[in-house]
Every structure is written in C-alpha cells, then in structure tokens.
T-cell receptor, first 117, second 112 residues
Framework: ETGVTQTPRHLVMGMTNKKSLKCEQHLGHNAMYWYKQSAKKPLELMFV???????ENNSVPSRFSPECPNSSHLFLHLHTLQPEDSALYLC????????????????FGPGTRLTVT | QKEVEQNSGPLSVPEGAIASLNCTYSDRGSQSFFWYRQYSGKSPELIMFIYSNGDKEDGRFTAQLNKASQYVSLLIRDSQPSDSATYLC????????????FGTGTRLQVFP
C-alpha cells in the first residue's frame, strides 16, 4: 500500500445520479491530484491542490466538482455524468516543498473504477 | 505532436534478457522524468525518477536521460515474468513543476 486510499473502489451510477469519490493520504503530503485514466489514453490530470488551494483545473467539465477540506482529504463530486466519463479515477499526492530537491514524486491511490450507465 | 510519446507495444522479451523502454518528450524545458509501472487493474507505482543527464541505476533498473535529444529510457536487466506490466513515462512541464504529463505507456511481456 502506498499510503493513499480511495473509496469506493467501484462505482456504477446513472446519468442523473449524484455521487462522490473520496481520497485520503496518510503520508503528510500537502499536494493532491485527481487523474482520469481511460482505455488507450494517457493519464489525464484533472485537478491539483496545493495546501488545500486549487492550483490547476485542466479544462474539466463542471459536472466534476473537486473539494479539498484539508491537506489529507480530497473529494470529487459527480453529477449528471455522461457514459464517456466511465474510467478509472486516480488520486495522487506529493510533497510540495520537494521542488527544492527536484523530486516531484507522486504516490497514487488504488483508484475508483467508475461506470456511468 | 504528442507531449510524451511511447511505443504502445507489446514489447516481448524472454526471461533473463534486457528490456529497453523508450520515451520522447516535446517540452525542452522539462526538468524531471519518471517511470511508473502499472499492473493490469492496479494503479501506477513509481519505480524510477531522473533529472540529470546520464544514467541512474537502482537494482535491475537503469534510467537514461538525454535532454539534448529529448528522450528518456528505462532498461530492465534480467527481466522476470513479474516485470510484465505497462510502463508509463511521465515528464513535468517547464512552467508548472507540479504537473506531470504521462505517455500512453508501453506494455511489456516477459515470457519464460
């Protein structure tokens, strides 16, 4: 285990549902990330939070809404999703002050496999 | 042009051989380079990072970086069937060091 947990591990939801994905890191890191991984495509960065502040929104549709209440927890709120949003959603964390050492190592959680029907 | 390019494979090598995985990137200002291993159905796991030109060795793994030619490679010596996985190359962007750009990955198959 990498110290990053995600729940649920699997989620099936209809297009009219509202659900939330949860991520928690136990590594003392202060940066957290949401990625989307679809088949045959590279990992896509969705959101970045540094010290609870959002620093990156990679042109993600508003039906995805992130929330970062503290440096250890990250949520992704989902509503009115489309079937093409079905993918593996990965959370990652890193230590922001690693900039001085040049190591921006990101640790990934196990992911949530999302299916939109 | 894709920002990070990898051959999707599969790359098939016999057990005990050297597996060579390659990655090219387009952002000349990139500073940090990562190799992740991802088993089927699992999340990516970091195996190597490098940010200086040259070679970096860690056990059976060697990362090689050539910034002038904008490529980074991963060598796996004495390949084992357990090394069979998809290997993802990731590169940070020059303007935002927290942002990693991933390649699509190369699938490696090590056969006994």
């Amino acid at each position: 285990e990498t110290g990053v947990t995600q729940t649920p591990r699997h989620l099936v939801m209809g297009m009219t549902n509202k659900k939330s994905l949860k991520c928690e890191q136990h590594l003392g890191h202060n940066a957290m990330y949401w990625y989307k991984q679809s088949a045959k495509k590279p990992l896509e960065l969705m959101f970045v939070y540094n010290f609870k502040e959002q620093t990156e929104n990679n042109s993600v549709p508003s039906r995805f809404s992130p929330e970062c209440p503290n440096s250890s927890h990250l949520f992704l709120h989902l509503h009115t999703l489309q079937p093409e949003d079905s993918a593996l959603y990965l959370c990652a964390s890193s230590q922001e002050n690693a900039r001085t050492s040049g190591n921006y190592e990101q640790y990934f959680g196990p992911g949530t496999r999302l299916t939109v029907t | 042009q894709k920002e990070v390019e990898q051959n999707s494979g599969p790359l098939s090598v016999p057990e005990g051989a050297i597996a060579s995985l390659n990655c090219t990137y387009s952002d000349r200002g990139s500073q940090s380079f990562f190799w992740y291993r991802q088993y089927s159905g699992k999340s990516p796991e970091l195996i190597m990072f490098i940010y200086s030109n040259g070679d970096k060795e860690d056990g059976r793994f060697t990362a090689q970086l050539n910034k002038a030619s904008q490529y980074v490679s991963l060598l796996i010596r004495d390949s084992q069937p357990s090394d069979s996985a998809t290997y993802l190359c990731a590169v940070n962007t020059a303007y935002n060091t927290d942002k990693l750009i991933f390649g699509t990955g190369t699938r490696l198959q090590v056969f006994p």
